[in-house]
Each structure stands twice: as C-alpha cells, then as structure tokens.
C-alpha cells in the first residue's frame, strides 16, 4: 500500500516573483499543521500548456494562475465555473484524481468578500456603483457587483472602446462614461472601486477629479501596493467608508485553498501581518 502524496500547489506566471501568494498560502498551511507545499512558477507562455498537464504526475493537486496566463488557463480546462466562463478568465485550477483540469475564477468571490469584511454595513443594492477600468480586473468586478444586486454600474475607461466592449457583454445595467468625465460617476454612488493599475508604485498617479465623493459610499481600490492609494485618501477625506485592495487577494485564496488542502482557511489580521511581513 503506496503512502498518500504530500499535496503540492503554487502559483503560475510570467513574471511571478513579486507574487504575495505563497506567503499567503504558507501562512495556513503553518498555523493549521498542514503537510503540503505551495511554491511560485515563472513559466512562460510557450510552455505553459506543457507545464500544466506535467504538474498533476509531480503530486500538484492544483495551482493558481496569474498574469499572462488567465486566458488559456480557462481555455484548456475540462470542466469550467459560471462564474470563470462569465469573465473569460481562470484564476484557480484544481487537478481531479481522474485527470480531468476544472477552473474557476475567484477574483469576483475575493472582491465582494473583502467588501463584506472590510466595510459590514455595504448594501451595495441600494445605489449605483462607479468602476474605474475596464480590463481583466473589471470584468470580475462587474460580474460580482450585478450578482450582488447593484442596481447601475457607471464605467469609465482611458481608452473607451474597451467600456463599450463590457457595456455591450454585460448589458444594460452598464452606463458608459467618457474619462474625462469619470468624475462624475461618483455623483451618488454607494460603491466605488478603481481597477486600474493607476496609483500603483511605478505607475502614473490617479488623476480623475475625486471630489465627488458621496460620503454613504463603500469605496475600494484594488492596488495594494501601496496599501492607502490616492484614491482611498481622498475617499476617506469625503467621510467614506474605504477597504483597501490587499483583503481581495486574501479572500480569493480562500476556495482554491479549501479544494487543494481540504479545509476552508480564515482570513484574519495574523494573515496580513504574514503577507505583509519583512
């Protein structure tokens, strides 16, 4: 009778040396005395369908997938969530004993959970939301917001065309802002959240005018690095509530952790202090 295998998982991308996952994930597997392993992969492109169907026979039971390889992750799977299929993209893959690849996305779980924990008085039906950026990031955002019951969702993109493209996926709950007037979205928004990579370390400032606040708004920015963005001073300024980016990543971790290990794992302030540590 063979010993049952150590269970491996990590993380796929190109580059992937910045990535808080596997401070993350060694964080639960430590304090719950878990016997597994979760490391980072630089793999590029070329050899990522490869390395994916390799990783099973090595002990992986699963991996996160990371920037650049969302898209294909989701396109070689077997099996695929509604949720992952709705964005186009798969963030988690969990490897099943017969062989077969299932994906999911979590990103929309992660952000709406962070809301919650972060913000417990968000009632994000009773007014429109204000979503700046219309990328990937975006995409999981809106999915969630509308699963959630948010009654508008107001978008501005730099580059409009990609706006349009969401407005046009996702339906008539979607009203299209040019960003010169993204300021405006704000107007009475309970929800407002910036996808951007705008304001992040070595990225250009956030510069849409954000003096329009609704003070009853639960706003969040996804940019963690670093942790208070303009975006976020600026909200707290105008008297609202504001939940920082780091939570999302947190939470999204949550499901694909529970299928990989076996148990469901706590996002607490001794999980931040770990991914935010020395």
């Known amino acids: 009778m063979s010993e049952r295998r ?16 596997p401070r993350l994930h060694g964080h639960w597997l ?21 390395v994916i169907r390799t990783l099973p026979q090595a002990g992986f039971v699963g991996v996160n997938v990371t920037i650049p390889h969302k898209e294909t992750a989701l396109n070689m799977a077997d099996t695929v969530t509604d949720r992952a299929a709705l964005i186009g993209a798969a963030n988690t893959l969990i490897f099943r004993p017969d062989g077969k690849i299932y994906a999911d996305n979590t990103d929309g779980y992660g952000f709406v959970e962070n809301l919650r924990q972060g913000a417990p008085d968000w009632a994000p039906e009773t007014g429109p939301a204000a979503v700046f950026g219309a990328g990937g990031a975006a995409r999981a955002v809106i999915a969630s917001l509308i699963e959630v019951g948010v009654p508008e969702i107001r978008l501005a993109n730099r580059t409009r065309a990609r706006s349009d493209a969401l407005r046009a996926e996702f339906g008539n709950r979607i009203k299209v802002f040019d960003w010169l007037q993204a300021g405006n979205m704000l107007d009475d928004a309970m929800t407002a959240v910036n996808t951007t990579s705008l304001g992040m370390v070595g990225k250009p400032d956030f510069r ?31 008297g609202c509530v504001t939940v920082d980016g780091l939570g999302m990543l947190l939470h999204q971790a949550v499901p694909g952790f529970e299928r990989w290990f076996g148990m469901r794992p706590v996002v607490d302030e001794a999980l931040r202090n770990a991914v935010l540590g020395p």
């Open 6 to 21: 150590i269970p491996l998982a990590g993380v796929v991308g190109d580059p992937i040396e910045h990535s808080l996952s």
């Open 30 to 50: 430590r304090t719950n005395a878990i016997p597994g392993y979760y490391i980072p992969m630089r793999v590029s492109n070329e050899d990522f369908a490869h």
């Open 208 to 238: 849409v005018p954000l003096d329009g606040f609704n003070p009853n708004a639960v706003v969040t920015d996804l940019v963690y690095t670093p942790l208070r963005t303009h975006f976020l001073d600026e909200a707290e300024k105008a």
